[in-house]
């Protein structure tokens, strides 16, 4: 399993489904240890300028959660979640 972070906007985000939407919860959850635990990270969706840094993956149906693998340090920084529609903007 990699190393990594969790920025305190997807905390908080995470806090609110934990109480508020328990299916997207237990969604996010396993597909960030699926993330964590998968043996090439760098096959996930690369975004475009001016997100390049990022990745992307579908949680569910509705929402992208994005995150950095910095590969020096073997760290998955989760960043954030939002629905597809406006993850982008």
């Given at each position: 399993m990699?190393?990594?972070?969790?920025?305190?906007k997807?905390k908080?985000?995470?806090e609110?489904l934990?109480?508020k939407?328990?299916?997207?919860?237990?969604a996010?959850m396993?597909k960030i240890?699926e993330?964590?635990n998968?043996?090439d990270?760098?096959?996930?969706?690369?975004?475009?300028?001016?997100l390049?840094?990022?990745?992307?993956v579908?949680?569910?149906?509705?929402?992208?959660l994005?995150?950095?693998?910095?590969k020096?340090?073997?760290?998955v920084v989760?960043?954030?979640l939002?629905?597809?529609?406006?993850?982008?903007?």
């Amino acid at each position: 399993m990699r190393n990594f972070l969790i920025e305190d906007k997807l905390k908080k985000i995470i806090e609110k489904l934990h109480k508020k939407n328990p299916v997207v919860y237990e969604a996010l959850m396993k597909k960030i240890e699926e993330i964590l635990n998968c043996e090439d990270v760098e096959h996930y969706k690369n975004l475009h300028s001016p997100l390049q840094e990022y990745k992307r993956v579908h949680v569910g149906s509705s929402f992208i959660l994005l995150f950095k693998y910095v590969k020096t340090e073997e760290l998955v920084v989760f960043y954030d979640l939002d629905h597809h529609d406006n993850a982008y903007n």
